[in-house]
């Protein structure tokens, strides 16, 4: 088993490019979750995914995110136009339900970082 | 709304000592409490959690957390700390009011190990 897949797990982007974040849940979860850490902060809930569907984004910044989680694949996190202000380390988890009762299982993340 | 709280930014101990981390949460139900390691570089693994029941809950390495409701507290203890223990240590409350176990971080307490 080999738990949640991040890829890649560093990316650099300059000013105005695009950032794609790839997450590989953990074999046998169908919920996905993205959340993302500043600097010196801890960690921010962006979205939560089941397959095909986006059930809640409050987290998500209104421009130039985006997210999805397709029937076959990965969860992507996107993000359009970045700018230095996106630099931070993104962290996705999974989980079997819902609940999250049974413990949620943390990637180790992608670090992007802004030029 | 819900939040988190860690008071000590840095806390050094010696290897061999005990450790305690505050953690206090703003919640105005049951919460269901949880305690992160972040090792540098890596992803964030689940040391223990708490949903109801016993309110000192065992976890994994030797820690344990005791849930105190009337100080609104869910404190991270281990009686004799070892130099692998340095990372640093997040305490999240999940957010069930969502329908789904949104997590809810504190700002994390970076813990050095002298020798």
């Known amino acids: 088993n080999a738990g949640v897949m991040q890829n890649p797990r560093h990316l650099v982007r300059r000013r105005g490019q695009e950032a794609r974040l790839r997450c590989s849940p953990m074999?046998?979860?169908?919920?996905v979750y993205w959340y993302r850490q500043l600097p010196e902060e801890g960690l921010k809930f962006m979205v939560y995914?089941?397959?095909?569907?986006?059930?809640?984004e409050s987290g998500m910044p209104k421009e130039r995110f985006s997210a999805e989680f397709p029937k076959e694949g990965p969860s992507i996190l996107r993000i359009q136009q970045v700018v230095r202000g996106d630099s931070a380390a993104y962290f996705c988890?999974?989980?079997?339900?819902?609940?999250?009762?049974?413990?949620?299982?943390f990637g180790s993340g992608t670090r992007l970082t802004v030029v | 709304a819900q939040s988190v709280t860690q008071p000590d930014i840095h806390i050094t101990v010696s290897e061999g000592a005990s450790l305690e981390l505050r953690c206090n949460y703003s919640y105005g139900a049951t919460p269901y409490l949880f305690w992160y390691v972040q090792s540098p570089g890596q992803g964030l693994q689940l040391l223990l959690k708490?949903?109801?029941?016993?309110?000192l809950v065992q976890g994994i390495k030797g820690f344990e957390a005791e849930f105190k409701r009337s100080q609104s507290s869910f404190n991270l203890r281990k009686p004799s700390v070892h130099w692998s223990d340095a990372a640093e240590y997040f305490c999240?409350?999940?957010?069930?009011?969502?329908?789904?176990?949104?997590?809810?971080f504190g700002t994390g307490t970076r813990l050095l190990v002298s020798p």
């Open positions: 708490y949903f109801s029941g016993d309110t």
């Open positions: 074999k046998g979860h169908s919920h």
């Open positions: 995914l089941q397959k095909e569907n986006i059930i809640d």
């Open positions: 988890a999974s989980s079997s339900d819902k609940t999250g009762n049974y413990g949620y299982t």
């Open positions: 999240a409350v999940g957010a069930q009011n969502t329908g789904f176990q949104k997590l809810v």
